[in-house]
């Protein structure tokens, strides 16, 4: 009677583990059909190669050099970095990761990077190891000379590539040597003819005004008028330049109109019809020498000139590239206002410390008037071959109507930038190297 407890125990042990079995058994076969009917037989399988991609594992993503800017959004030198960062966040896409972070709204970054002032750009390789830093407002040309410094070359960005540049003329100047200005190239008119005799022979001006821009770049000590001669406006005749009187009114443009006489009766029945002021020479040379370049110290017609804003006041540059160069000189934050050289459109560009803060508008760009030596070097073909335009468009255009221009396209930042990479002695040298000085 005691044994038979125990048999119906086993028994029972033994039914439950035979459910089991057969339990796991019924799964494992009901797993197989899923797994059967899921998967494709190998004709199927070569039958669509892209469902076998699929199955493939992604590539690891390569590791790029970071930039990363710490600044924030409210701060005035953050907000100039900002459009910067998005140019070059599209521009270098695949070169180089841009990132930026608000340390105002987010101080705990601003702990862990070790930032005392925003805002701070941190250069980090593709292990992520700092290489470089720089606090204050970087301007994108410096970022990406950074980058190239580091060992990084991050190419062209589009923008540069399409720039336009010309390094030979369409067609030759066809007019007579002695029938363009020296320093201006403008078209000789006889009435308003000066020259200046030298020993390699006469130098022809297209009026007394350029001659006196050029005689202010010349450093000779003992240089002088007296070699100097003016047309006569009524005879024709070359008359010396210190003996001349001058009548200064304005041409249909409302631009200075200069016309010199041999004697003051000519002058005065001259000012009769066509209206002005009769002045001696020098009463001519001090109103001719009266404003100045703000960078070059030449003398200029505020007429023709760029307006710069410094320090709530306001001086000339006699180009727009002088103009940008007062930066350089006062080593102060300017405003620039000029003219498209096509158009005649206002464009404005605003500097802090040495950058371009503000462009309107942002489309503009310059040109640079240039020519290649025989070595591929550039050299700058004068204050007067320098332009900004409202957009790479309207430079085109321009170049179109000028066949015999020869130079490239620059961004004004880069215009900014080589003025003020320029040292006090150059600075001081500026226009005075003999470029517009007759040979």
């Known amino acids: 009677m005691r044994m038979l407890p125990k048999i119906l125990i086993v028994l029972l042990l033994a039914g439950a583990v035979a459910a089991v079995v057969t339990l796991k058994s019924r799964n494992a076969e009901e797993d197989a059909a899923k797994i059967d009917s899921a998967s494709p037989s190998m004709a199927e399988t070569s039958a669509a190669p892209e469902a076998a991609q699929e199955m493939k594992a992604e590539p690891t993503t390569k590791a790029l050099p970071r930039l990363v800017d710490l600044g924030a959004d409210k701060c005035i030198p953050c907000k100039m970095m900002a459009p ?23 101080p705990s970054a601003g702990e862990e990077y070790g930032v005392q002032m925003i805002p701070t ?3 980090f390789d593709a292990s992520g190891t700092e290489r470089f830093r720089h606090t204050g407002f970087f301007g994108k040309e410096d970022i990406l000379a950074k980058w190239k410094e580091l060992g990084v070359e991050p190419g062209s960005s589009p923008e540069e590539k399409s720039t ?12 007579p040597k002695d029938g363009v200005c020296y320093l201006c190239d403008g078209s000789i008119d006889p009435k308003t003819r000066t020259v200046m005799k030298t020993s390699a022979g006469d130098v022809a001006f297209c009026s007394p005004h350029c001659y006196i821009i050029t005689f202010a770049s010349m450093t000779e000590a003992n240089k002088t008028h007296e070699n100097a001669w003016v047309t006569d406006w009524s005879t024709g005749e070359l008359v010396p330049l210190t003996a001349a009187v001058y009548l200064c009114g304005v041409d249909a443009n409302g631009r200075p109109m200069i016309k ?25 040379e001090e109103k001719e020498t009266a404003v100045r370049c703000g960078f070059c110290d030449r003398p200029v017609y505020p007429e023709d000139a760029s307006v710069v804003g410094v320090d709530g006041g306001q001086t000339w540059g006699c180009c727009v590239m002088c103009a940008l160069g007062v930066a350089a000189r006062l080593q102060k934050d300017i405003e620039v206002t000029t003219k498209d050289a096509l158009t005649g459109e206002p464009i404005r560009v605003k500097t802090v410390a040495g950058h371009v803060s503000e462009l309107v508008p942002p489309t503009a760009v310059a040109w640079a008037g240039a020519k290649k030596d025989a070595d591929g070097k550039i050299h700058s073909t004068g ?3 320098q332009a900004f335009f409202t957009s790479e468009t309207s430079l085109r255009k321009w170049a179109e109507d000028h066949p015999t221009a020869t130079g490239h396209q620059v961004s004004i930042e880069q215009a900014l930038a080589a003025k003020m990479s320029l040292t006090p002695q150059q600075i001081g040298k500026a226009c005075k190297i003999g470029e517009c000085v007759p040979k």
């Open 164 to 175: 336009f540049s010309r390094w030979q003329p369409v067609q030759p100047d066809s007019r």
């Open 383 to 385: 204050c007067f071959k």
């Open 121 to 123: 750009q941190i250069f």
């Open 84 to 106: 910067i960062l998005e140019e070059l966040k599209k521009e270098y896409a695949g070169k180089f990761e841009v990132q930026f972070i608000d340390v105002w709204k987010n």
């Open 260 to 284: 010199a006489f041999s004697d003051e009766a000519a002058a005065r029945s001259e000012q009769g019809q066509s209206g002005g002021d009769t002045v001696s020479w020098p009463q001519f």
